[in-house]
């Protein structure tokens, strides 16, 4: 009321001001926050969020979708409103996974049994996934971020921490590729049907999660030395790049200045 703070009406309970008024000392919080907003403006607040599909509009694009499709990977809607189909996740992996050691592949009595071959060990190692590999799931449209990447990595039987990836949808615009990480709540398979069965238009890929959200707390001792050794390897292989660069660089350089000394002028 006095100073002219503004905040979110859903924020008002967390807003700390220091606010002072002459010969009256320091006022509370509340005694300086005007009151909430009416009910009128939070309903247009409201207004504003899109509005989930019905279900007849989810049948309608689950059929333009299957009218596209050129494979048999279909979209289903069920009884309840909810729908499942496919989606491929593109692996981008630059660092190594962990893994158990001396762990045949599983099964599909593995699967049936929901058996854990991973808790059966506890020797680790470490490889690389192949580049880009891709992996093909069934999931619901109630399926997260979160469990597609959980999901992943029990397929592949990585143990390692789940936050330590991040699922990205990758779109192609004006000949430029554009990458965008998703929040672990969102919802791949609507994403997927939105945009239809193209994967020019739009595809997923699993990558390492470089935004500063790592917990590092999560690494191994031997996972982080085994980090220190790759950065280390990179390091060096970018800095014979570079120099390579300039080489070569230096080198037409001196062919120019050679073959111009022949010349008049």
Request: aromatic content about 8%.
């Amino acid at each position: 009321a006095d100073c002219r703070y503004t905040c979110h009406q859903e924020c008002r309970s967390l807003i700390q001001l220091d606010c002072r008024r002459p010969g009256q000392g320091q006022l509370s919080p509340e005694g300086t926050l005007l009151p909430p907003c009416s009910q009128n403006v939070t309903q247009t607040v409201e207004e504003e969020k899109p509005e989930p599909p019905t279900v007849q509009e989810i049948k309608q694009k689950i059929e333009n979708y299957n009218a596209k499709v050129t494979n048999c990977l279909l979209m289903k809607l069920n009884d309840d409103g909810t729908y499942t189909g496919f989606i491929k996740v593109h692996l981008k992996l630059r660092r190594p996974v962990t893994v158990p050691a001396g762990i045949r592949p599983p099964s599909i009595y593995d699967a049936l049994k929901a058996v854990n071959l991973a808790e059966m060990t506890d020797k680790r190692t470490s490889f690389y996934l192949p580049l880009d590999a891709i992996k093909q799931l069934h999931i619901s449209s109630t399926t997260t971020v979160s469990e597609v990447i959980q999901g992943l990595l029990k397929k592949f039987m990585v143990v390692d921490n789940p936050q330590k990836f991040a699922l990205f949808k990758e779109m192609r615009k004006d000949g430029q590729v554009l990458f965008q990480k998703l929040p672990l709540t969102e919802y791949p398979l609507y994403l997927r049907l939105l945009a239809g069965p193209d994967t020019d238009v739009l595809s997923f890929v699993l990558k390492e999660n470089e935004t500063g959200e790592v917990e590092w707390d999560a690494f191994s001792i031997p996972e982080l030395q085994n980090f220190l050794m790759i950065l280390d390897k990179e390091e060096k292989d970018k800095i014979q790049q570079v120099h390579r660069k300039y080489e070569r660089f230096k080198q037409r350089l001196q062919q120019t200045l050679k073959e111009a000394r022949g010349k008049p002028g």
